[in-house]
């Protein structure tokens, strides 16, 4: 097996190596030309949701690749508003409270937990596992309603330059799903 990879039974683990250093927090600079990066994620979660929400949506090739998509962008955006321990973060990673110092923003309380989702997202949809083989539903609406409350959250709390530029790609803080 690779380095960080071990297999047990039917199930694909990646070990996640200890860091005994902190990541370095982005500058303001850098969060800056983040905000496209999670404007588009934020986009693009919705924009596939109203893709595999409905029944009129598409068919196919073109329904699975709207759910791998939605399932994608909600992985991270459940990385972004809900950040792992800081011994398990990656150098380079942005999170909501690196825009909104002091964020802690509160796991909505339903059926999954965000860490078995963002979990089930990595193992059976961005990797060939085992645990494909078995079947398991995706609830679109609670994934989006679990995310709508946390990215409201944050944009109430998002302070300038951020605010702005957010906007700037049709991402405010008023907007209703």
């Given amino acids: 097996m690779g ?14 190596v200890s860091r005994s250093v902190r990541r370095t ?4 600079a850098q969060l800056l030309a983040m ?12 924009a596939q949701y109203r893709a595999v929400a409905f029944e009129d949506g598409p068919t196919g090739s073109a329904r699975n690749a ?3 998509a939605f399932l994608i962008h909600a992985r991270n955006l459940v990385a972004f508003y809900w950040p ?8 380079g990673d ?4 690196d825009f909104v110092p002091g ?3 509160e796991q909505p309380n339903n059926d999954q937990s965000l860490s078995d989702l963002k979990k089930g997202i990595s193992t059976r949809v961005a990797h060939i596992c085992l645990l494909r083989a078995e079947k398991l539903q995706w609830a679109p609406r609670v994934i989006r309603a679990s995310l709508s409350g946390a990215r409201a959250e944050f944009l109430v709390n998002l302070a300038e330059p951020y ?6 790609r049709g991402i405010t803080y008023d907007q209703s799903y």
Avoid: W
């Fill in 35 to 46: 905000v496209e990066h999670v404007a588009y994620d934020m986009n693009e979660l919705e």
């Fill in 3 to 16: 380095q960080g990879v071990e297999r047990r039974g039917t199930q694909c683990r990646t070990r996640v």
């Fill in 25 to 28: 927090d982005p500058t303001e």
């Fill in 103 to 105: 964020l802690e923003i």
């Fill in 94 to 97: 942005v999170f909501a409270y």
């Fill in 66 to 68: 709207a759910v791998l």
């Fill in 163 to 168: 605010r702005t530029d957010f906007a700037k």
């Fill in 84 to 91: 792992p321990p800081s011994g398990v973060q990656r150098e």
